[in-house]
């Protein structure tokens, strides 16, 4: 999930402590570390990397997806994070009618974000329907969910989620119990948001 690094429409709490430019810049350089990252599992075949992007028309989005070395894009269109997240699900099965595969979702603002990371993840889902990456600001940087669940008719996690607050993780932890779903956590991590979560990791 990639936001175009736009000057003044990207960071914008950040750029209040570092400049429109700089945030910028923080942006691009982050959303192409957790790509390398990502391509760096699809070279050997254990992952297929798509492009969500927002903040760009079609045939731009087409232009950076080239240039970042990524075949596979789609806009994430309107809505929530959770309308975005669902819309991507459901154009995978709409494009991949021949089986169901897991899904992954990544956030593009963790420039400490690995390649271990991934394979956490992929190893976890063999055992569980849902894996969360939790963030310092209460949401999460990573949620994948397995073939198994996504074989359904999926709605979890994207009702009764009050988004960009500090209760994402929290509701989206209640809605598992609630549907008695097995689930499993990686490490935590800071998304970078504003200076001060820049001075945390250091």
Not at 63 to 86: A, D, H, T, V, Y
Not at 95 to 120: A, V
Not at 124 to 150: Q, V
Request: proline share 1%; net charge positive; with cysteine.
């Amino acid at each position: 999930m990639a936001k175009w690094h736009a000057y003044g429409r990207c960071k914008t709490r950040l750029s209040k402590d570092i400049g429109k430019i700089c945030s910028a810049k923080v942006q691009k350089k982050m959303t192409e570390h957790t790509v390398k990252v990502a391509k760096s599992l699809e070279s050997k075949g254990l992952i297929d990397v798509s492009l969500a992007i927002s903040g760009l028309g079609f045939q731009k989005s087409k232009r950076w997806s080239s240039e970042l070395g990524i075949k596979n894009f789609n806009l994430q269109g309107k809505g929530c994070l959770g309308e975005k997240m669902r819309r991507q699900i459901l154009i995978s099965k709409k494009f991949d009618l021949t089986k169901t595969r897991n899904i992954i979702f990544i956030g593009t603002d963790l420039p400490d974000f690995c390649h271990m990371d991934l394979l956490n993840t992929l190893s976890k889902l063999k055992k569980n329907d849902l894996i969360i990456g939790p963030s310092n600001d209460g949401g999460y940087w990573l949620i994948a969910f397995s073939k198994r669940l996504l074989s359904t008719d999926l709605y979890f996690p994207f009702v009764n989620i009050k988004w960009s607050s500090e209760d994402v993780l929290k509701q989206t932890i209640e809605n598992s119990n609630s549907m008695n779903l097995k689930f499993d956590f990686l490490h935590k991590k800071i998304d970078i948001d504003t200076i001060v979560d820049i001075e945390k990791r250091e």
